[in-house]
């Protein structure tokens, strides 16, 4: 499918539908280019929630959402969809490439499953309808499993009290963590907003009869909740409480994931069943990794959520397409004649390219003749700070001393040697303690070397600077001013 005005119209219409998808906190993390055979799909690191998702988990499951409305929304066009997932090794923000071309006349299924697109909605109030019937559970199952992931029905008593309690602990140790209701509150809004948690969608009643709870949005603004009124008894609810899981914690299993939970909402939508995140116990990895214990899980909790009837309607609002859509790819950088000199990586760029490493190497002055020290060490990127899990020795040394710590990570093609990159950052370096320390822990670092490593060194990515050499167009972060 060429480029021309009535493709680029068409582009838009399922770019416009692909926005419609469900983002953690409705930050709709997502960019989407044109290019001559169809549309290309990027991660938008800026909207990314440094505390809550400091990995870019759920930046991940929330395009992936994205990808899938996508599909179905050119299936209805009578477009023929064929996605490749994260078609550019040398550039994370790169998720998918998705080629449309001139198909097959739209079903009536497919017709259903987008026109459901427009119906969907996160439902954050208590649920008024009667438990789903056996067989819409069952083809969710299935829905799941065609795309790459799995559904876990919850119906056992003690499974169910497992989540609760599990739940209200993750939810308690989040709302401890005063980034965490900063960010939180940064999300709400009181007036009608193209992005972000309307205050009016949230539920009146906390204690809406069930023992499952919910996010509160509102713990950061210092504003109570209003309760529902003295006397009246809570609303009996009869969700059906679910699991999506993926095979791993990789990438791909996010964007996989991310499909499912897009083609699992669709469907539900259809018979009127929208779905309720309970995020809290999923957001890190230490309670992930609880919940599969205690449910016995072989695969990796990626989300758990309440599905149910309900009466209410209404969307989140959503941004503008200019925002989100380049009708036209941009041109390559005219230093990179065929796309083979090296060029610089702007700040956005640098971040989202450590986001994707896991190994760097942390650069201490030397005494030796002048020669500096370069240590290889695990790492993962929480928000805007690298951080280090180590023990006793130079680099906690340093951290106390304080002052300036320069880190650096790349990769390469090791097969073609058709890119490569690099990312170098410094900031001012610090030992992680008490509770900063402990939210650390959840982030599931585990480096490779052996030995007692119980501390948490941080790196503030103050300055960054980062160069990148061949390979396919680069991101829109590479590109584009905004």
Excluded: K
């Excluded at 119906?119 to 208590?126: F, S």
């Excluded at 209200?168 to 960010?183: F, G, K, V, W």
């Amino acid at each position: 499918m060429s480029s021309t005005p009535e493709h680029l119209a068409l582009h838009g219409q399922v770019v416009a539908a692909a926005t419609r998808a469900p983002s953690v906190h409705n930050t709709q993390p997502w960019r989407f280019t044109s290019y001559d055979e169809g549309l290309d799909l990027w991660a938008d690191p800026q909207r990314q929630l440094a505390v809550l998702d400091p990995d870019g988990r759920q930046l991940h499951l929330s395009c992936g959402a994205a990808l899938q409305c996508a599909v179905v929304a050119a299936r209805a066009l009578g477009l023929d969809a064929q996605p490749r997932l994260l078609p550019d090794p040398s550039d994370p923000t790169h998720l998918a490439r998705l080629r449309l071309a001139t198909g097959a006349p739209p079903t009536e299924q497919d017709v259903a499953a987008a026109t459901a697109i427009t119906l969907r909605h996160t439902h954050r109030g208590a649920f008024d309808g009667p438990p789903l019937p056996a067989a819409l559970l069952e083809e969710l199952r299935l829905v799941a499993e065609d795309h790459g992931a799995w559904l876990r029905l919850l119906q056992d008593q003690d499974d169910l009290l497992a989540l609760e309690v599990l739940l209200s602990r993750a939810d308690d140790a989040e709302q401890a963590d005063p980034a965490y209701r900063a960010e939180v509150a940064g999300w709400l809004r009181e007036e009608p907003s193209a992005d972000g948690i309307a205050r009016a969608a949230l539920p009146e009643d906390p204690e809406r009869g069930s023992s499952l709870r919910l996010r509160d949005f509102t713990a950061g603004t210092g504003a109570p909740r209003e309760g529902a009124a003295a006397g009246d008894p809570p609303i009996a609810e009869h969700p059906d409480v679910m699991v999506l899981l993926s095979r791993d914690d990789s990438t791909l299993s996010w964007l996989l994931a991310g499909r499912a939970l897009g083609a699992v909402l669709l469907r539900a939508a259809q018979d009127g069943v929208m779905a309720q995140p309970l995020g809290q116990v999923t957001d890190a990895t230490v309670p992930r990794e609880r919940l599969a214990d205690a449910l016995g899980l072989l695969a990796v909790p990626q989300l758990v959520l309440r599905l149910g009837h309900t009466s209410s309607a209404g969307q989140a609002g959503r941004r503008e397409l200019a925002d989100v859509w380049s009708p036209a790819a941009a041109p390559e950088p005219a230093s990179r004649p065929g796309g083979s000199e090296p060029y610089e990586l702007d700040r956005a760029a640098c971040l989202a390219y450590l986001r994707s490493g896991r190994l760097g190497r942390v650069v201490l002055p030397g005494q030796t003749r002048g020669l500096a020290s370069v240590l290889p060490v695990d790492f993962v990127l929480d928000g805007e700070r690298v951080v280090l899990r180590t023990g006793e020795g130079t680099i906690l040394a340093a951290a106390r001393e304080g002052g300036w710590l320069t880190f650096q990570t790349d990769a390469v093609d090791d097969t073609g040697r058709a890119w490569g990159w690099s990312v170098t950052v410094a900031g001012h370096v610090y030992e992680a303690t008490g509770s900063e320390h402990e939210r650390l822990l959840g982030l599931g670092l585990n480096p490779t070397a052996g030995g007692a490593r119980t501390h948490h060194v941080v790196i503030p990515v103050e300055v960054a600077q980062g160069r990148r050499v061949g390979g396919p167009a680069a991101s829109p972060h590479d590109r584009d001013p905004r």
